[in-house]
């Protein structure tokens, strides 16, 4: 009975039974124009089937499309002539947006058979003669990774785009392949970038960083109708130090893992906050599917999809503070880090790296690397003592060799002495010392003060960041126990969970450090009384007054710290210096044996930096 009801009402519609209906012809134009079969749809038209069959592929082609839909909405019939509507949907950028507009298209009979009326209006109603479809995307640019005052971290630097001007291709499939042969990319999606593209205008394929584009500039300078433009941005200054990260393009490897359509413009964060809050920098394209005339221009724009500009992330850095981290590692000719931190918020202020001379930094950076801290852990090795009834003034000797638990340990025989206090071994760096004051000391001890200190804390940074571990502690072994007091065995920190160490001490608060703002932060109150801590500040700035870390006593506030040395290699060493003056907690490292090294390093930061005033 359904069945029946419409044929019935179809049949009322199209005069059913007195002439033929033009329905059938619509429905096979949609349905092979639909199915891409391009020339069975153009023999169902008026025009030459060569020509429309070619300028429906065409249509598809400069729309970049993957599919189409096509619905019959009706059928007008009078006499010899009919007027047909339809709904098409189209599938654009790989299935992300979905263009949909209604269309009509008139029919004549002739000789008992229906024909579609041929015009360009027949793909889409306001085309004209000589029109074609483009689509325009547009990526506004990457939003910047800020400082705490709301300012791009990343400096303007080179950058080099490539693209070409469609319209000037003498064979775009042409340029399409040997495009893709240089640069890896899918040679389908270049060359339908290049028809949908609006064609008198520059179209940019991929934007490159000046070593990138000096490798491939030889070969890209061959591909067919192919410019270069050399422009400025804030895009590839991203360095090192495991903060801002690196960006990638076009041609990124990790767009390509995600299965990512090539888009002109893309970026993609590769590590770092750029990895991390990607899709809030990158927001969303704006596309358009506009109409451009035999002369190029765009006649009109047809469909838009508004995109969004990216939202740009503010971090705790200081810009001061981060310049003067900066410009105190330029001039060093060996590899040198520093992170700052602010003790009474745990906000992360500087972070910097240089790499230079025969001996590499360690991997992970200032936040991340999982190194031996050596005589600098004596910081917290020290908090544990003063609470056994150790106190600065207790002799203690330092001596040029000790056994504890059947393990040797040795000290620098300039620091060897029978009758100097604790805080003379301290400053001194006397190894020795530390390693028979361990036996004082139970596990259970150390492992308290390394948890007070935050060593070992869950950490929720954006980025990849190590509070530090101590798995010799609850072994119980003496010699484990004594290497772990001054630094080595089982101990591993960064730089940053070392910087955290120290503002601990200035602030008697422990905090988790906190990098993007507002990120909420984590804190305690040292577990150490206002007694113990104020000596364990003396016995930092008795480092720095008149112990190895001397380097570093600056006229003004005081600076309080504590130096070590790491080796790390048969022939590489790394000089530690910890501390804080004010309210500026820091870890400096540098590639070398000395323990002045870093303590020099430090004093060239905090010149610059300033005395680290409550902020």
């Known amino acids: 009975m359904i069945v029946v009801v419409g044929v019935i009402t179809i ?11 033009a329905e059938p012809t619509v429905q096979a ?21 060569g020509t429309v069959g070619a300028q429906l592929a065409a249509a598809f082609q400069d729309l970049d499309a993957t599919e189409m839909f096509l619905g019959m909405r009706g059928v007008v019939q009078h006499g010899d002539t009919a007027v047909a509507t339809f709904t098409a949907s189209v599938e654009l950028a790989q299935g992300r947006h979905q263009w949909t507009y209604q269309g009509r298209f008139g029919l004549s009979r002739s000789g008992g058979s229906w024909k579609v009326i041929w015009a360009p209006s027949v793909i889409e109603p306001s085309m004209a003669p000589g029109d074609r479809l483009a689509v325009q995307t547009t990526f506004a640019p990457r939003a910047q990774i800020l400082d705490a005052g709301g300012r791009p971290l990343l400096a303007p630097s080179s950058a080099y785009v490539v693209g070409v001007y469609p319209a000037a291709l003498a064979s775009p499939p042409r340029t399409a392949a040997a495009f893709s042969r240089v640069t890896g990319l899918d040679q389908v999606q270049v060359l339908g970038q290049l028809r949908s593209a609006p064609p ?11 070593a990138s584009y000096s490798k491939l500039q030889a070969p890209l300078a061959a591909v067919p109708g192919l410019h270069a433009k050399r422009v400025q941005m804030r895009l590839f200054g991203g360095g090192r130090d495991g903060v801002i990260g690196q960006v990638g393009t076009e041609d990124s490897d990790a767009l390509r893992a995600e299965g990512a359509a090539f888009q002109p413009g893309d970026t993609v964060g590769l590590s770092g906050l750029e990895e991390t809050y990607q899709d809030s920098l990158t927001g969303t394209p704006t596309t358009k599917v506009v109409v451009v005339n035999s002369a190029g221009a765009v006649a009109g724009t047809l469909w838009t999809s508004p995109g969004s500009a990216g939202t740009p992330v503010r971090t705790t850095i200081d810009a001061h503070d981060q310049a003067a981290a900066s410009a105190a590692l330029a001039g060093l000719r060996a590899s040198g880090e520093i992170v700052a931190v602010q003790p009474s918020t745990g906000d992360v ?14 991997e992970g950076g200032a936040l991340n690397a999982r190194l031996a801290p050596g005589m600098t852990f004596t ?7 003063l609470g056994t009834g150790i106190a600065a003034n207790t002799p203690v000797p330092c001596t040029d060799v000790t056994n504890v638990g059947g ?17 003379a071994d301290f400053a001194s760096g006397c190894g020795t010392a530390f390693a028979t004051l361990s036996m ?13 200190f935050g060593i070992g804390y869950p950490w929720d940074l954006p980025v990849q960041a190590f509070s530090g571990s101590a798995a010799a502690a609850g072994s119980g072994a003496p010699a484990g126990l004594a290497a772990e007091t001054i630094g080595q065995g089982g101990i591993r920190m960064s730089p940053l969970g070392m910087a955290m160490v120290a503002a601990e001490v200035e602030s008697g608060t422990g905090h988790v450090p906190v990098l993007v703002a507002p990120d909420p932060a984590a804190s305690w109150r040292s577990a150490l009384s206002p007694g113990a801590l104020a000596e364990l500040r003396g016995l930092m700035r008795q480092t720095v007054r008149s112990g ?30 910890v501390g804080y003056r004010g309210d500026l907690a820091f870890a400096v490292l540098e590639t070398g044996r000395s323990q002045q090294q870093a303590a020099a390093l430090a004093a060239s930061f905090l010149g610059s930096a300033g005395p680290g005033e409550k902020r």
Request: hydrophobic fraction near 45%.
């Open 11 to 21: 049949g009322l519609a199209t005069d059913f039974g007195s002439e033929p209906s």
């Open 29 to 49: 134009f949609l349905l092979d124009w639909q199915q891409q079969q391009f020339q069975a749809a153009a023999q169902l038209t008026t025009g030459s089937p």
């Open 200 to 210: 008198r205008a520059f179209l940019p394929l991929l934007t490159l960083n000046p």
């Open 349 to 362: 202020l500087a972070v910097a790296r240089h790499e230079a001379g025969a001996l590499p930094l360690p």
């Open 379 to 385: 910081i917290v090795s020290a908090a544990a003592l």
């Open 407 to 423: 393990q040797t340990f040795t000290s620098d025989s300039s620091s060897a002495s029978t009758g100097q206090p604790f805080s």
């Open 440 to 452: 004082r000391l139970s596990p259970g001890q150390l492992a308290a003060a390394e948890k007070d």
């Open 548 to 577: 190895t870390g001397r380097a570093a006593n600056l006229a003004g506030a005081q600076v309080f710290g504590q130096s070590g040395v790491v080796r790390t290699g048969a022939r590489s060493w790394l000089s530690w210096f």
